[in-house]
Nanobody
Framework: QVQLVESGGGLVQVGGSLRPSCAAS????????FGWFRQAPGEEHKFVAA????????YYAPAVKGRFTISRDNAQNAVYLQMNSLKPEDTAVYYC???????????????????WGQGTQVTVSS
């Protein structure tokens, strides 16, 4: 059974940085895609970034491109989200998600992801 456990959220000031991580277990993930989504109070889950485990191809939402970097560590079975130049509008619960990789470009579609972590809170204060 696939398990995803996020950690590394917290409180940071505007312009600061955080690096949430997602520890994955339960199977080999070489043919999986991992994504980060976020949910602010009263809003739907929104796509942040995704990475294809095989090849390391990355995809970003326009709102975070150039500020956030998604990466993976094969040895640790972990996925990271380096967040720089944080803004108050980045405040949300951040969720790690995973699904099998297949031909297609719908990496930002929440419903295509099979597995989800419990989320980690990120708060950016102004």
């Amino acid at each position: 059974q696939v398990q995803l456990v996020e950690s590394g959220g917290g409180l940071v000031q505007v312009g600061g940085s955080l690096r949430p991580s997602c520890a994955a277990s339960g199977r080999t993930f070489s043919s999986y895609v991992f994504g980060w989504f976020r949910q602010a109070p009263g809003e739907e889950h929104k796509f942040v970034a995704a990475i294809r485990w095989s090849g390391g191809y990355t995809y970003y939402a326009p709102a975070v491109k150039g500020r956030f970097t998604i990466s993976r560590d094969n040895a640790q079975n972990a996925v990271y989200l380096q967040m720089n130049s944080l803004k108050p509008e980045d405040t949300a619960v951040y969720y790690c998600a995973a699904r099998r990789d297949y031909s297609g470009s719908d990496y930002g579609v929440r419903e295509t992801y099979e597995y989800w972590g419990q989320g980690t809170q990120v708060t950016v204060s102004s």
